[in-house]
């Protein structure tokens, strides 16, 4: 789906300050990638050329971000930063209250904790991996009711993010609304390949739930991309402002998680954000156990008021369409060259669809920790594994969850990045598509009991 029609886009930004990177040999990657245990969390970055792991807190700031940075208050309480940036959320997102955190996980850990009792169940539109282990940790079970076509990388629907209406109801009638502790809805769904969630269906998603007396959590790290997505394929908000739909978006809901350094262009930092006077009450009692203060929740004075200007620059249409854009050039690229991806074109991140790279390996073999592994060997760029590693085990049961999906994430780090890196990655991955038959797969030989894909270590078959 083509959703940036348009003459050659460029870069809204001019670059001011440099950092040189790295390029290393097939021979000392070979040795590199093997230290690591084939993981591309294990390694070190002073090995990677181009680092496509993840947009998290991997963004370059600006100029007005960085002068922010010196206007840092440093106070243990009340500091300024921390009001600006209160000033800024209520303005951007609506909500009532704020309370910082260190990150997005920090967050989650609040409302889950405050939320959910032992034995309740929480609805999402797919699982994001460190949200569902705090519902999981604060006794809850995860029920996914995203819509079929999520689990489907190569549906073109304009909406994948989107909530089955179905699902969520079934799960009302089933186990009944007070045994729902709320429902979580992601923007750009991440581990659907970054696909958004319409408004209408947010709209929708909440008149059920309050007629429920469901509570409904935003997950609102990737909202603006979201809303991006909404003004350019949503009828009727074409001639609206990213600002009004994010308000609009988040009006239908009753609080927010929030990691910073995603949409937000920091590198560190979130918030959770609520309506209710009480979830706030409680959520700022919390925060002191957890984060730190309520004025600063684990942020440094600077750290607050560099995502206090973010927000305001994370919503400027020129910067979404640039980094969206970005995303999109090299996936029609892949797309070109007949290299299978989710389809369509996400909005953080390009999702190389593993299962159809190595046909010949079965998924305990790993096909989408083998693909990254295979890249990184190519040419120093590093990705991530988004399939069963990602996925974990049952808690119940302590079998691997086999996800539909296995995938291979190229996350493009926000204004970091230049156009000649992009080509650079697209070569590389059509090599590693020419090279596919010939690869055999891993065996895992370390496994940690949570979030496993951060640090399980595989060995070459
Ligand atoms: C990154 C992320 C989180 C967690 O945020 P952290 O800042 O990494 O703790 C939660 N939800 C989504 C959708 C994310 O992308």
Avoid at 25 to 51: C, H, M, P, Q
Avoid at 73 to 99: F, I, Q, T
Avoid at 110 to 124: A, D, R, T
Avoid at 249 to 263: E, I, P, Q
Wanted: charged share 25%; hydrophobic share 40%.
């Amino acid at each position: 789906m083509d959703t940036i029609k348009r003459r050659s886009w460029a870069e809204p930004f001019k670059i001011k300050s440099v950092e040189p990177l790295r390029m290393t040999t097939r021979e000392e990657r070979e040795i590199t990638i093997r230290e690591a245990g084939y993981n591309t969390f294990l390694l070190k970055s002073k090995d990677v050329y181009i680092d496509l792991l993840t947009d998290s807190g991997t963004n370059a700031m600006s100029d007005y971000q960085w002068a922010g940075m010196m206007l840092g208050d440093e106070a243990y309480a009340g500091s300024e930063n921390y009001y600006n940036l209160e000033r800024m959320v209520k303005e951007y997102y609506g909500y009532k209250y704020l309370v910082p955190t260190h990150q997005g996980r920090g967050a989650e850990n609040l409302i889950s904790h405050i939320l959910i009792k032992p034995g309740q169940y929480v609805p999402g539109n797919m699982y994001f991996t460190t949200t569902r282990l705090h519902q999981e940790l604060s006794g809850g079970t995860f029920v996914d009711v995203i819509i079929d076509e999520a689990h489907d990388a190569q549906a073109e629907h304009p909406f994948k993010g989107n909530v089955d209406l179905n699902k969520f109801e079934a799960l009302i009638k089933r186990v009944g609304a007070e045994k729902i502790a709320y429902i979580t809805i992601g923007a750009t769904v991440n581990m659907a390949g970054g696909q958004p969630i319409s408004m209408e269906n947010l709209r929708s998603v909440y008149q059920l739930a309050s007629k429920n007396n469901i509570k409904v959590v935003f997950d609102a790290t990737r909202a603006m991309e979201n809303a991006f997505f909404i003004k350019i394929r949503e009828r009727g908000y074409e001639k609206k402002t990213i600002k009004e739909i994010l308000l609009e978006m988040c009006s239908y809901s009753d609080a927010a998680t929030m990691s910073g350094k995603k949409d937000l262009l920091v590198n560190i930092g979130g918030f959770l954000a609520m309506n209710d006077d009480d979830v706030f009450e409680e959520a700022r009692n919390m925060v002191v156990v957890y984060e730190g203060l309520h004025t600063y929740g684990g942020l440094a004075g600077r750290d607050m008021e560099a995502m206090a200007r973010g927000i305001e620059e994370a919503c400027q249409f020129n910067h979404l369409q640039a980094r969206i854009g970005q995303v999109e050039y090299v996936g029609n690229r892949l797309i070109e060259l007949g290299v299978p991806i989710v389809r369509p074109i996400g909005g953080h991140a390009i999702f190389l669809d593993a299962k159809k790279f190595y046909p010949q390996l079965e998924q305990l073999k790993f096909p989408a920790q083998t693909l990254a592994a295979e890249l990184y060997l190519d040419s120093g760029i590093r990705a991530m594994e988004r399939g069963i590693v990602s996925a974990g085990r049952s808690k119940e049961t302590g079998d691997h969850y086999f996800p539909k999906l296995e995938l291979v994430r190229l996350t493009f780090p926000r204004r970091v990045y230049t156009q000649a890196h992009c080509d650079v990655t697209v070569e590389s991955v059509y090599e590693v598509w020419k090279n596919r038959a010939t690869v055999k797969g891993l065996k895992m030989i370390y496994e940690p009991k949570y979030l496993r894909f951060f640090q399980a270590r595989f060995e070459k078959l």
